[in-house]
Structure formats: structure tokens, C-alpha cells
């Protein structure tokens, strides 16, 4: 990704690194969960917010890789305040028993990274019958933004530091079906296509962020939301691919970005000063940019909303 390293307004570019966009920032005194933090761009978001002093709950479905992460977090960082627990959010369940524990524990919550997901997936229905890359990537995250929102509202008015909701998506969000999101044809098996049906997941991470920045800015609450899409990136998310796996990892060190790279996008929302009191947008290469016109969409976002409430319930 050496190719493509303009800075942009924020004094950032593409190559820029997690280390480098939070360079003196001093995050003691919060608290973040970041999902899907056992591997790639969410165990380095969760290293690098450690790094600044933040206290990380990684929320993992392998428990055992979680704690590998935890402890190479801890062995470069001793004075790091970072747990692990256990979240499967392709199950509804499992994300109630996640924030039902955190909610309980009595901690705040300053920033949610729901980063967890999987791509390209051959068609699986989860366990609660919905489409995998769908309830994985949009509605496991919905449902848990939607049971923490209150500990976050109290946080933000207790410690008046503005909380931030960050939802990793994907440039692959263009790349959906030609209607967006397919609300009548969710579990179509018949005319399901793995590329199609991450970029529809992908497309609700944005428009998720969107119509959670309106409602959040209705209620006066002191908390953004915002999308992003971390750039094009060798990690295990290409683990369905099959011998293509092999092709994108001989190639991707020439056209891809690194972790360190990739998870820059992420911690700069999560972190940076320049980032306060912006809602509702979509960034890429650590600067805000321009989504798809579906994604922009304002009746689709809501009629998403109203969509997932009723898949939750």
C-alpha cells in the first residue's frame, strides 16, 4: 500500500500505522471493547488502545486465542489494562450473556469498536436462522450497540468525555445487491452470493452508524457513531477463499496494507481530538470520505433500523 501514501486533511495517509495516527494521545481513564480482537486489525486496534492507556475488554469467540493476545499485549506492555471474554456475535445469545456480564460488572464504557467479522462465507444460516456474514457483521453488532448504549449515555454524562461507537465496514459495500439490502430475501438461498452478501453486511455497518448518529444526537447524548472501511488488508478474514488464500498472501505485501496499517483507520476514530463531535460519517485512509449513494440513503438506513429491531426482539 506504499503506493498510495497522499496525506490527506488530517495530516494522515493510508500508510500511516495505529502507533503513529494515536502518537501522544493519552487515553488513560477510558474504557473500550473492541470485537473480534483475538486476530489481525482487532488485536492490534486492541493493542495499540492498551499502548495509549485505555482499558480494553476484548470481546473473542476463541477464548484460547484471546488469551495468547492478552498475554503478548502484557509481556510488551505491563502496565496494560486489558481483559478477555468470551462473544460469539453470530449468536444472538451469546451477545446478550456478553453485555449482560459487562453491564453487571459495573464497569463504563467509553468507546465500542464492533470490528468482529467474516467475509465471503459459503451460505450458512447462524443459529438463530439468519444469514451468516448478516448476523455476524450487522446484527450481532446492532444488538450489542443496542444493550450498551444506556452504560455508554451514563458514562458520557459521568466523566463528560464524548463517547465514540465505531463500526469497521468496507469499501466492499458498493459491491452489494443491486437493492442494497435484500429485507424480503435475506435467507435466499438460491440467490445468495458470498461477495454480494458480505458487501450487504458491510453496507448496514454504514448505515447502522448513520441512523445511531441521529437518534444519539436527538437524545442529546454525548456519543458518535461513525463507519469506516480499514483498507484492503491480508488477514484471516480471507480464510474461506481457498487457494486463493495462498495468492492473496504472496501478493499482499505488495498492494495491501499491513496490520499495524490497517487498524490505523479504526484508532484514529476511536482517539483522535480531530475526530470530536463528528457523527454519522464514513472514514477510509484516516480522513473522512464518501460512501456509496446507498449508504448515504436516509430512508434505507431507517428502514434497517426498524429491520433489526424486529430480528432482536
Avoid at 143 to 151: A, D, N, P, R
Avoid at 172 to 197: M, V
Avoid at 227 to 239: K, M
Avoid at 259 to 288: M, R, W
Amino acid at each position: 500500500m506504499w503506493l498510495f501514501n497522499r496525506k490527506g486533511p488530517s495530516g494522515f495517509s493510508s500508510s500511516s500505522t495505529a502507533e503513529e495516527v494515536t502518537n501522544g494521545i493519552d487515553g488513560s481513564g477510558l474504557t473500550a471493547i473492541v470485537t473480534g480482537a483475538s486476530s489481525g486489525i482487532g488485536s492490534e486496534t486492541a493493542r495499540v488502545l492498551a499502548l495509549r492507556g485505555v482499558n480494553v475488554t476484548m470481546g473473542v469467540r476463541d477464548m484460547a486465542a484471546g488469551k495468547q493476545v492478552k498475554e503478548a499485549i502484557l509481556e510488551e506492555i505491563p502496565s496494560a489494562k486489558v481483559d478477555t471474554m468470551e462473544l460469539d456475535l453470530s449468536s444472538l445469545t451469546s451477545v446478550r450473556k456478553f453485555a449482560s456480564k459487562f453491564t453487571s460488572s459495573g464497569r463504563p464504557l467509553n468507546l465500542l469498536i464492533n470490528n468482529a467479522g467474516v467475509m465471503a462465507t459459503p451460505f450458512t444460516l447462524s443459529k438463530d436462522n439468519i444469514e451468516l456474514q448478516f448476523a455476524t457483521n450487522h446484527l450481532g453488532h446492532f444488538l450489542l450497540t443496542h444493550l450498551l448504549v444506556e452504560t455508554m449515555k451514563k458514562t458520557a454524562r459521568e466523566t463528560k468525555r464524548e463517547g465514540r461507537i465505531v463500526n469497521v465496514s468496507s469499501v466492499a459495500h458498493r459491491f452489494t445487491y443491486s437493492e442494497g439490502i435484500r429485507f424480503n430475501r435475506l435467507n435466499d438461498k438460491k440467490g445468495y452470493n458470498n461477495w454480494a452478501a458480505y458487501g450487504q453486511s458491510k453496507l448496514a455497518n454504514i448505515l447502522h452508524a448513520k441512523e445511531l448518529a441521529r437518534r444519539l444526537k436527538e437524545d442529546g447524548a454525548e456519543i458518535t457513531a461513525n463507519s469506516l472501511h480499514p483498507g484492503s488488508i491480508t488477514t484471516n478474514l480471507f480464510r474461506y477463499l481457498g487457494v486463493f488464500e495462498g495468492v492473496i498472501s504472496t501478493v499482499g505485501k505488495f498492494v495491501f496494507k499491513n496490520i499495524p496499517q490497517g487498524a490505523s483507520t479504526t484508532c484514529y476514530v476511536a482517539l483522535h481530538p480531530q475526530v470530536k463531535g463528528i457523527s454519522g460519517e464514513y472514514f477510509s485512509d484516516n480522513n473522512v470520505a464518501k460512501p456509496s449513494s446507498k449508504a448515504a440513503d436516509t430512508d434505507l438506513s431507517k428502514k434497517l433500523w426498524d429491520f433489526s429491531m424486529d430480528l432482536i426482539k
